[in-house]
Each structure stands twice: as structure tokens, then as C-alpha cells.
């Protein structure tokens, strides 16, 4: 069991560091391991890496953990840069927020090297996970997370699922979309489920939330009564909707990989 802490500058020593090691987004993963693992200090020595930077995560089992930016090629054994998208089945669950931190915070310093507002070069700031403008009274860039809602919406013993324009053919999930400024969580929903499938919700219900560093996402997870209303795909994002028996499902995301397929399962699980 892996316990991770989050925290933003070093505040004791501990016996060992350990590094996910990151190139252009892509993280080192061992070809002869299932699981993805951070490297130790002495794997990161001999791997022939150049380090760009080193960011500080927080305590992985209380060992210091960094997110390592690096270039070149790796000379351990059986190593290769993986896409974190292809790996989400490998990752032991107690390891993904760690993992999702790591990807997110080098992509927002990799994205954030000059001011939005005067052009300027930024620095860090020592005392918190920012980066500043010296020149300017633009305010601090901190790593940016971008809320979207993911609805199951349900009526009886049926779920409404959705198939995007860029999904697999029969294979279907969750209706999802981002907050927009301004906006409460339940109202980009009922928005998103107006604009998508052209019907209305009620009893809007929160179930949990979830991480998605794909490349920034923050899922917030609800379920949602049908109200009213004839389902009418966009036809933009969403080709085909329609209402599935929950015990005659077309392809949907697993459980453990999305929360979308986590409110699915759920649902079919506790349905009586
Ligand atoms: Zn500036």
C-alpha cells in the first residue's frame, strides 16, 4: 500500500528520494514490470538522463518524491517512455494521484516560461508552486486544474449513454463537459445535457470525483434523474444516444480506469 503526501517544498530529510521520470510527457516504465513504479536515486544516476528540473511532489511513503524532467535516451534495462494514456491499467491506484501530480505539475512549468500579460520571462517562486513576473503585476501562474462534469443520467432500470464522434464503434459513456466561467457545477450540467442530447435532468446528485491529467482535467462525477424532453445527439460531439437496459450494455469505460465507468457500475450495482 502506497501512501502519498502532497506538499510543496521539502521540509525533512528522508532516507531515500524516489523519481517518475518524465520526457515530453511521456513517463519511464520498466517493459518487464506490470505495475509503473518510480526509479530510486541510484537508478536515476545510472540512467544516462539529462535532468532539466526537479520537482518536489510531496512524501511517497515517506520518501522525498520529485517529478523529474529529463531528455535523451535511457540506458537502464528495459525501460521505455510510455504515454500515460496507454498506461492507466498499469497503475496501481494508490499510485495515480501521485502519477497525475507529477504529469500535471512539469506540463504547467514546461507551458508556463513567460508572462500572459507583458511577455516577460517568469521565475519561480520559492515560497509556494508559482511562477512570477517581476516585470509586471500580472498574477502569480499556479498549476492550473479545469473542472468538468460527468453525469450518468438514468431513468429506471435504464442509463443514457452517449457515443462520441471519436469513439470506437459500440462503444458508449457518460455525457461530460467543462465548467465554464461563471458557472455552478449543476448548472454546466444541466447545459452540458441540454446542449449534447437535447433533454432535461432532475435530482441532480454528486458521487464522487477523479483526477484526469489528460491534461488537466478535474472530473466531478454526479448522477441525474431524466426530467423531460426527446433525446436529439448534437451531432457535433455526440453521434448516437440512447437509453441502454442496465443489464444490456453496450462497451463502456471499466470501473477502474474512469469514473465514468465507475458511475456506470455503480449504478447497474445498486439498481433495485
Ligand atoms: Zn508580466
Known sequence: MNIFNPANSIEKDTQESKYFVINSQQILTFKNENFVRPISADELNWSGLEIK?????????????????????????????????????????DLFSVIS????????????????????????????????????????????????????????????????????????????????????????????????????????KYFESQSWPFPSQLMLGYFAEYSKGNLTPDLVEIDKADWFNIHQLPNVPPGKISISGKLIEYYVKNYS
Not at 510531496?58 to 518524491?65: E, F, I, P, R, S
Not at 517529478?67 to 496507454?86: H, K, M, N, W, Y
Not at 499556479?142 to 450518468?152: A, D, H, N, W
Request: hydrophobic letters at 35%; glycine letters at 6%; proline letters at 5%.
Open 101 to 204: 501530480r507529477a504529469i500535471q505539475i512539469q506540463n504547467w512549468y514546461e507551458t508556463h516560461k513567460f508572462c500572459g500579460k507583458c511577455g516577460a520571462k517568469l521565475v519561480e517562486n520559492e515560497k509556494e508552486r508559482a511562477m512570477i513576473c517581476n516585470s509586471c503585476d500580472a498574477p502569480p501562474a499556479y498549476p492550473r486544474i479545469s473542472p468538468c462534469v460527468i453525469t450518468l443520467i438514468h431513468r429506471d432500470d435504464e442509463i443514457l449513454l452517449a457515443h462520441n464522434v471519436n469513439f470506437p464503434e459500440n462503444f458508449y459513456s457518460t455525457l461530460a463537459g467543462f465548467i465554464e466561467p461563471g458557472e455552478s457545477v449543476e448548472a454546466a450540467l444541466e447545459r452540458e445535457v441540454k446542449e449534447e442530447v437535447g433533454i432535461e435532468v432532475k435530482n441532480i
Open 53 to 93: 528540473k526537479k520537482h518536489f511532489l510531496g512524501y511517497l511513503n515517506d520518501n522525498a518524491c520529485f517529478a523529474v524532467s529529463s531528455q535523451g535516451d535511457c540506458v537502464l534495462e528495459d525501460t521505455v517512455f510510455s504515454d500515460l494514456r496507454s498506461l492507466l491499467g498499469r497503475i496501481p491506484d
